[in-house]
């Protein structure tokens, strides 16, 4: 049984323009010691399903209208808040994508530490601190010891990153969230805490869920990917199946809109911007979300009244789309989709 | 340290920035507020721009990018150094001289949330500079607004209407239809689609590519994401803590980077292929390991 098993799960917002389906009937899984990515645009739902996992959607107005959260064995969506809060932080953790917002400012770091470590533990307040020493040494700030009493705005964003990465690890997770860990930060500083994420999940032998707008990040962090859209997953592969042959229609125009940093005739190119935006999640469209933008939905085919499911076009690559690039090939010509 | 400045522009180059230096005071006491230090934002930068080319100006957070634009168009007085537009020594205008020369240099600004005034309709806001500089009646002025806005594929029938009803993508159309008002030579486009999403990031850029080519503009063109920095420019300086480390023709930068800065610059972009990522997160880790040591 894989350590995390979300199946159907569905969590909506109710506004007073109506219900807004944030995430709608999502099924995936996560094994021990593996990093899932999961990538997509603002607004597709990518967070909202971190929320979910985590019990942290702000209820109301949103709500999980379904599906089940299986940790371990247990059912996070039915779990009373109170046992919910033993299992947060000491089970599973969270890091942010803003470190600043997510520290207390009033408060030094060590004490932040050491708070999360005596909330799970019977510790005495000495021990903590030594190990929030160590914590702090694990993620590679230096002069550990004496940075314990200061206060986070002492701290660059990249260092306050860390500071977040060890409250996360404080407790030994089995699983790690990491929602845009690494959007605030520049990239060479990016790079050193994508690198000490790497390091810490295979000296820890945690699993791992990272959420990203970023292609390259997920290409470089996750052994497994999902790709959302407007509420839904659209394609779920391994790593290098994405890469090497995506499918949808919107995860390829999502690889085609990135501008390149190597190659011939960039200046001169054009990226193949996807036309229109994302719908709104109140009233989506009928059917396959993504047919109003998409290239090669065209009137000969259900791609607005039928919704697609989520299949399996390869061993272990799932696509929802009626177009997907596999079973495109000879069809394009005929239907006049471009190439 | 090899220098990146680049001191060979000609006299018929658009735009010549030569030694400037923009230095924030960094002020201490209680009662009594005293100058203790200078914090050197922009520390003796040299180049020029081409009427026709893109210079692309990369650089991290606090490297001086933003604010070496800032002081092209003299929304920031630099401490020192000169700033040549068109001929003329932008440093030393009046400000009746330098508001009429900026309808020659406009900025598109990085957060459309934020550069776009909430209570102006997307119509007056186009329209505000034709109006500040006095140009046409109110009804060429308003078929102008509508022409804009329809080059930069926004919709002219919403002239009437406010930004916050508007996407990030919308807005940012909105803030190029007004720089493009005045039919400048110069527009300084600082992080303009940094804060938009991939798919709405590629139709403003080429947005951007086809503004050039059917006006002839010349860009400066500032941004963080290296990726971005090269689809769009011609030439690449490289900024860091103030200073150009490098700057040369698109390709040379990005192929031999000769800078050790822009060579860690480069290892630690992400790209999107997880077989190149392999071996490229083992060079970067090499690479900053020697410039930890170095």
């Not at chain 1, 890091?95 to 019977?122: A, K, S, V, W």
């Not at chain 1, 945690?206 to 839904?232: F, K, P």
Request: aromatic share 4%; proline share 6%.
């Amino acid at each position: 049984m894989a350590l995390l098993e979300v199946d159907n799960l569905g969590t909506h917002f109710f506004t007073r323009e109506g219900v807004l389906r944030a995430v709608d009937g999502i099924s995936f899984s996560v094994e021990r010691g593996q990093t899932l990515g999961i990538v997509g645009e603002s607004g597709c739902g990518k967070s909202v399903t971190a929320l979910s996992i985590m019990g942290l959607i702000p209820q109301p107005p949103a709500k999980i209208v379904s599906g089940t959260v299986m940790f371990d064995g247990t059912d996070l969506v039915q779990l009373p808040e109170k046992e919910l809060e033993d299992l947060r932080g000491r089970e599973i953790a969270m890091i942010f994508q803003d470190p600043m917002t997510c520290l207390n400012p009033t408060l030094t770091i060590g004490t932040q530490i050491t708070e999360t470590i005596r909330r799970h533990y019977d510790v005495s307040k000495n021990d903590a601190r030594k190990k929030a020493i160590e914590l702090l040494e694990e993620v590679q700030i230096p002069r550990a010891a004496e940075r314990l009493d200061d206060y986070p705005h002492r701290f660059s964003g990249g260092m306050r990153q860390r500071v977040m990465i060890a409250i996360a690890l404080s407790c030994d997770p089995k699983l790690l969230i990491a929602d845009e860990p690494t959007t605030a930060l520049d990239v060479t500083v990016q790079a050193a805490v994508l690198d000490l994420l790497d390091d810490l999940r295979q000296r820890h032998d945690m699993a791992m869920i990272i959420i990203t707008h970023d292609m390259g990040v997920v290409a470089e962090a996750a052994d497994d990917i999902l790709v959302m859209y407007a509420g839904q997953i659209v394609e779920q592969a391994s790593v290098l199946d994405l890469f090497d042959h995506p499918e949808h229609p919107y995860t390829e125009a999502l690889l085609g809109a990135l501008p390149q940093i190597e190659g011939e005739g960039i200046r001169d190119g054009r990226l193949t911007a996807i036309p229109g935006r994302p719908p709104d999640l109140i009233s989506p469209p009928p059917a396959c979300r993504f047919a109003p933008r998409c290239p090669y939905a065209n009137a000969n085919d259900t791609c607005t009244s039928v919704m697609p499911e989520l299949r399996e076009v390869r061993a272990g690559h799932w696509v929802r789309s009626a177009h997907p690039a596999c079973e495109r090939a000879g069809a394009a010509i005929t239907a006049g989709a471009p190439a | 340290m090899s220098s990146g400045n680049d001191t060979g522009g000609t006299l018929d180059a658009l735009l010549q920035v030569t030694d400037l230096h923009k230095h924030f005071p960094i002020r201490s006491g209680l009662l009594i507020e005293r100058t203790v230090d200078a914090f050197r934002a922009v520390d003796g930068v040299s180049f020029h721009i081409d009427e026709g080319e893109t210079l692309g100006l990369v650089g991290e957070s606090g490297s001086g990018k933003s604010t070496t634009g800032y002081c092209i168009l003299q929304l920031l007085k630099p401490t020192s150094g000169s700033v040549r537009f068109m001929g003329k020594e932008l440093t030393e205008l009046g400000r009746e001289d330098m508001r009429r020369t900026r309808r020659d240099v406009q900025i598109v600004f990085q957060d459309p949330y934020a550069s776009l005034d909430p209570r102006m309709t997307v119509g007056d806001i186009v329209a505000e500079p034709l109006v500040v500089h006095t140009i046409g009646t109110r009804k060429d002025r308003r078929a102008r607004v509508r022409e804009l806005l329809d080059v930069v594929g926004f919709n002219p029938s919403f002239t009437n209407r406010y930004p916050h009803e508007f996407s990030g993508g919308q807005r940012q159309r909105i803030g190029i239809a007004r720089a493009l008002a005045l039919s400048p030579k110069l527009i300084v486009c600082d992080e303009p689609v940094s804060a938009l999403d991939v798919s709405i990031q590629a139709q403003i850029l080429n947005l951007l590519k086809d503004l050039q080519r059917d006006f002839s503009l010349t860009y400066l063109f500032i941004a963080h994401d290296l990726a971005v920095v090269r689809s769009m420019s011609d030439r690449i300086a490289v900024m860091n803590k103030g200073q150009l480390v490098e700057i040369g023709a698109a390709e040379d930068v990005y192929t031999k980077p000769q800078d050790d800065y822009t060579k860690a610059l480069l290892s630690a972009v992400p790209i999107p292929d997880p077989r190149a990522m392999k071996e490229r997160k083992a060079a970067r880790r090499k690479l900053r390991h020697a410039l930890a040591e170095g």
